[in-house]
């Protein structure tokens, strides 16, 4: 199973690994450029749309018990952006945060981030403690953002986010809306700007490729609270690859979209 950004979950081949894998477990991965930890800055190799693929093994992690292949196809790359860009910018107990892009694909484990991958650490509400947690999103997409957990749903259809009274610590900007976005942080605050410009106190963040970091949100994906979120549109068959690129470029898609080699 593969997603249109080149994540993918299969069944790993081959000769036990060092790390102790095993021919014949399911994994996923984050792979847009093979061996590349770096994989959107000069990846090595473009492409995952393929019924065999090499990667190194560091890349990998179990496939989450109680997801499909396709669901876990749709994480590596969204999940670790989101948990990684919140990291960066500091985000902790206390602090107020704005997701851009909310019903997308990254958006949409980040809300989901937000609230519950830190609560065992945090005796406060959410993951990383946020004490308020908006997404913007178009007016069919406001009931998702709140059943995802966030506390003030934003239609950028209706409200220019940027123009409204409340600021925020955080701002991770998923939809390349860096220029507004510096305009609702608070002072002293972190906007983490994933495509577009960027403008102080914006900074860019690229995710870094790593098993380990799948495999320390496993628990959260396997008890459900943090669920990937995939279009209804698809999965895609192999057939309609064009279809499904075609479709993600038009920017409606909800979540994240899925191309399946199984009929």
């Known amino acids: 199973m593969l997603c ?3 994540d993918r979950a299969g069944v790993r081949r081959g000769r036990r690994g060092r790390q102790g894998g095993q021919p014949g477990e ?4 984050r792979r847009r450029g093979v061996l590349s930890e770096k994989p959107l800055e000069g990846p090595k190799q473009s492409g995952s749309l393929a019924e065999y693929t090499a990667v190194e093994e560091r890349l990998l992690a179990l496939k989450p018990e109680g997801l499909d292949f396709a ?4 994480l590596p790359l969204a999940v670790q952006t989101a948990n990684g860009g919140l990291e960066s910018a500091g985000l902790s107990a206390g602090k107020s945060v704005l997701v851009l892009g909310g019903a997308g694909g990254v958006g949409s484990l980040a809300i989901q981030t937000e609230l519950n991958i830190l609560a065992q650490c945090c005796s406060c509400r959410g993951v990383y ?6 997404a913007t999103a178009s007016t069919k997409k406001i009931e998702l953002l709140k059943s995802l957990g966030a506390d003030v749903a934003i239609d950028y259809t209706k409200d220019n986010f940027e123009e409204l009274p409340d600021k925020y610590d955080v701002v991770l900007d998923a939809v390349g809306q860096g220029d507004k976005a510096v305009k609702v942080v608070k002072e002293g605050g972190s906007v983490v700007v994933l495509t577009s410009a960027v403008s102080p106190p914006g900074f860019r963040f690229v995710v870094t490729s790593n098993g380990a970091v799948l495999e320390k949100l496993n628990p959260y994906l396997e008890s459900g609270k943090v669920k990937p979120l995939i279009d209804l549109e698809g999965p895609f068959a192999f057939s309609q690859v064009v279809e499904a690129f075609s479709y993600l470029e038009t920017g409606r898609a909800t979540g994240k979209v899925v191309i399946s080699p199984i009929p």
Do not use: D, N, P
């Open 129 to 134: 403690g946020a004490s308020k947690v908006a």
């Open 4 to 6: 249109t950004a080149a």
């Open 71 to 74: 669901q876990a196809a749709s």
């Open 26 to 29: 399911e994994v996923e991965r």
